[in-house]
């Protein structure tokens, strides 16, 4: 009598209930994952990607169980719930972005735009490698090694790298003294460099033939910033390959550049 007693108490009844919702949850994570595992339905990261956002949501519902169940002890909802029109109007209106994001968060998923994993571009000025995906926001580690958190309600342009090939475009901005006929030479023959050293990087039909080899695309852009103009290379290249092939051309274009004298473009700041 005294333990029927003991789980009749509200503190008890919300433990038990903690621990159910948390056990529950565990089991359906568990169930997903053993799914994907027996299954091959979809891709590797679009499962890894599905994962990652059945935690969130989840751990979400969860705690919006939990604490539904902890104030239906201490209010009557159903009143709470239909005298509180007004309320609920204003807490829509706060709650307005939040709602937008999972909305939007559901739409990037389910059109398969991003992947746990993927390369991307936020917004023209953020870019690195997706590695959270919540249904509020997204999270991606930075090239400097910051973690970047933006809400999807903030995204108002999504590059995606990691459509198996990316397009490697570096170049040499030069002073616009330095004679054009020198620069094609030497930007010609930076290409050629690449071509032999770094072939392994290039995207490859199904019969080993490049599908796009290291080129030099002349002058791209003319009076850069009023400082020279701009000479360019540029190869198509694996996606998995396109951090370290563009390392490598850069590479290649600071030592041409110093080996042949180029004249770099300088700022206009520059005191001699």
Not at 100 to 112: A, K, N, P
Request: with cysteine; hydrophobic share 45%.
């Amino acid at each position: 009598m005294l333990f029927l007693e003991l789980f009749k108490q509200v503190p008890v009844k919300i433990l038990m209930v903690a621990l159910l919702i948390i056990l529950t949850v565990y089991l359906i994570r568990k169930s997903i994952k053993l799914f994907f595992d027996k299954t091959s339905i979809l891709d590797e990261k679009r499962e890894e990607t599905l994962m990652h956002f059945a935690k969130q949501v989840t751990k979400v519902l969860g705690l919006v169980f939990f604490f539904i169940y902890v104030l239906s002890h201490y209010f009557d909802l159903a009143k709470l719930v239909t005298g509180s029109v007004v309320v609920a109007g204003a807490l829509a209106l706060i709650l307005q972005h939040i709602i937008r994001d999972y909305i939007m968060g559901l739409t990037y998923l389910f059109e398969r735009q991003i992947h746990h994993g993927d390369y991307v571009i936020i917004n023209g000025d953020r870019q690195g490698k997706i590695e959270e995906i919540s249904i509020r926001h997204l999270k991606i580690r930075q090239y400097d090694g910051y973690l970047y958190t933006v809400s999807y309600s903030n995204i108002t342009e999504l590059q995606n790298g990691n459509r198996g090939m990316r397009r490697v475009n570096e170049s040499l901005i030069l002073n616009y003294r330095q004679n054009p006929d020198d620069a094609f030479m030497v930007m010609e023959e930076v290409a050629q460099i690449c071509n032999e050293k770094y072939g392994e990087y290039l995207l490859k039909d199904e019969n080993g033939i490049p599908v796009e080899s290291f080129k030099f695309n002349q002058i791209t852009e003319l009076n850069v910033d009023f400082r020279g103009n701009r000479y360019s290379i540029s190869g198509l290249v694996k996606e998995a390959d396109f951090v370290e092939a563009s390392k490598k051309v850069r590479y290649e274009l600071a030592m041409t550049a110093y080996k042949n004298d180029l004249m770099m473009a300088e700022s206009l700041n520059t005191s001699h």
